[in-house]
């Protein structure tokens, strides 16, 4: 098990890690995410023995270091994968990947795992981004570390390469059977590929837990707004239920007692109904330049009526839309609808909470 306990770390005056507490089992992956700056690779630095710690203590296995009793790099056995590779274009892949290895089967072995066997003998400058860094994790592997440390091994790559490369980076880990802590920008990689999910904010750790639990259940505004899209409904909190203007959700356990609260919303928490449908028994249709204007059929005014919020933003993602509109109380929200359902920008729309899910929610003061 790789334990990190009440970890400090500082540059200079500066603190920048403060407290840090996780523990990783065997073959357990943990993504840590967090706004640049906030201290992620730092982490990684520290956890690799590359920089010395002020607070705190680092063990795995047979060893412990600490601000009193360092452990050297080359004692800790750790792994590293870097985002720029690291190859030496001199060497083969084959080369590469068995590196101060006495016996080369280890390589060989991991190599046929990632899919490089057929490459063995030609130089990393002839090969693409995503086979390079299988070699580079390929190497790291057969040295059979005792964990693995990721510093955006995918940031170099293209988005398409990404989903793919990412899913066998973790399954090679998965099969090493060795802890691995993987920093990365991408909210998608870290929720879909990590076993925990650790956000970050100011070298202090938000929240460490299973990505639904970070994403739905979120600790802090922080974590809330960083991770996904958020937005805040105004609302009032009786027991397990809370009123809002957009309608009635259950909400989760919460030490609040009541009264006023903000209440978190995904994009996928909203219903949304056009306004700008005709009545049945009227003859043509509302043009979309109408609805620019403002300028609205006389028959649909009766239906405008019931709008609750205007669309002020759109953004087309590929299979769905993603709509921001302001509310008639003041206050934005964001909503998602199928490809399909198109809104223009102007347009008056009516939003309702259609949630099944408890929703999370904060105090407003």
């Known amino acids: 098990m790789l334990k990190v306990s009440s970890l400090s770390v500082d540059y200079g005056p500066s603190r920048i890690i403060h407290q840090l507490d996780l523990a990783l089992v065997e073959d357990e992956i943990l993504m840590l995410l967090g706004p640049t700056g906030c201290g992620k690779t730092t982490i990684l630095q520290a956890l690799a023995g590359l920089i010395p710690i002020a607070e705190g203590t680092i063990s795995m296995g047979q060893w412990q270091a600490s601000p009193k009793c360092p452990v050297p790099p080359e004692r800790r056995q750790v792994g590293m994968v870097f985002q720029d590779f ?42 693409s981004g995503g086979q390079r860094q299988r070699v580079a994790l390929a190497r790291t592997l057969a040295h059979e570390p005792t964990y693995v440390l990721l510093d955006e091994p995918l940031s170099n790559l293209d988005a398409a390469l990404k989903d793919s490369l990412r899913w066998e980076i973790r399954k090679a880990l998965k099969a090493a059977a ?18 925990k999910v650790g956000i970050l904010n100011e070298g202090k750790l938000e929240q460490l837990a299973v990505p639904e639990a970070c994403f739905c259940q979120p600790n802090s505004r922080f974590v809330a707004q960083f991770l996904g899209e958020a937005s805040f409904l105004p609302g009032n909190l009786d027991r397990s239920c809370v009123s809002t203007y957009l309608g009635d959700a259950p909400v989760l356990p919460t030490e609040l007692d009541g009264g006023e609260v903000d209440v978190l919303v995904r994009p996928d928490d909203l219903a949304v109904e056009k306004m700008i449908t005709m009545d049945p028994d009227c003859e043509g249709q509302v043009a979309n330049s109408e609805v620019n204007t403002g300028k609205f059929h006389p028959a649909a005014r009766m239906i405008l009526a019931d709008s609750n919020a205007e669309v002020t933003e759109a953004r087309y993602e590929g299979g769905t839309w993603l ?16 490809h399909e359902t198109r809104l223009v920008v102007g347009e008056l729309v009516r939003l309702s909470l259609c949630s099944k899910e408890p929703l999370a929610t904060f105090d407003r003061h």
């Open 86 to 127: 690291a190859l030496f274009p001199h060497l083969t892949v084959e080369q590469n990947a068995a590196f101060r290895l006495k016996n080369p089967a280890k390589a060989h072995h991991w190599l046929e795992i990632m899919g490089m066997s057929d490459f063995r003998k030609v130089k990393p400058g002839t090969l």
């Open 178 to 195: 060795v802890p691995a802590i993987w920093v990365t920008h991408d909210q998608d990689e870290a929720l879909s590929i990590g076993d």
């Open 323 to 338: 709509y921001t509109a302001t509310l008639n109380i003041g206050g934005t929200v964001r909503f998602r609808t199928c």
